[in-house]
């Protein structure tokens, strides 16, 4: 199974900007489809952002236009770049894969790692 390892959170003001990455282990990581979940205290874990292995990306509407997922197969690594983040942004960020079906409807078939927190100070 994907192991997963996520980074790059932090505390930010609102406007600025951070990249989260998230190093996953296996080699068969450049055929899975990736994605990026997060957390908000006492709210549901949500789906953000979604990769397929050729590229093709989706976002949820809440982040649509400031957020950009990518990917770097030859490191194995998945990355989120988020811009103009705003206090609603707050949460503890997952990366998750393999996904399995098509974007909205996607289901995490990989184990969850520690996420990492990100903060945005009005």
């Known amino acids: 199974q994907v192991q997963l390892v996520e980074s790059g959170g932090g505390l930010v003001q609102a406007g600025g900007s951070l990249r989260l990455s998230c190093a996953a282990s296996?080699?068969?990581?450049?055929?899975?489809?990736m994605g990026w979940y997060r957390q908000a205290p006492g709210k549901q874990r949500e789906l953000v952002a979604v990769i397929t292995s050729g590229g093709s990306t989706n976002y949820a509407d809440s982040v649509k236009g400031r957020f950009t997922i990518s990917r770097d197969n030859a490191k194995n690594t998945v990355y989120l770049q988020m811009d103009s983040l705003q206090p609603e942004d707050t949460a503890v960020y997952y990366c998750?894969?393999?996904?399995?079906?098509?974007?909205?409807?996607?289901?995490?078939?990989?184990?969850w790692g520690q996420g990492t927190q990100v903060t945005v100070s009005s």
């Open positions: 998750n894969g393999p996904l399995m079906g098509r974007y909205p409807e996607v289901i995490p078939l990989g184990s």
């Open positions: 296996g080699s068969i990581f450049r055929i899975n489809t």
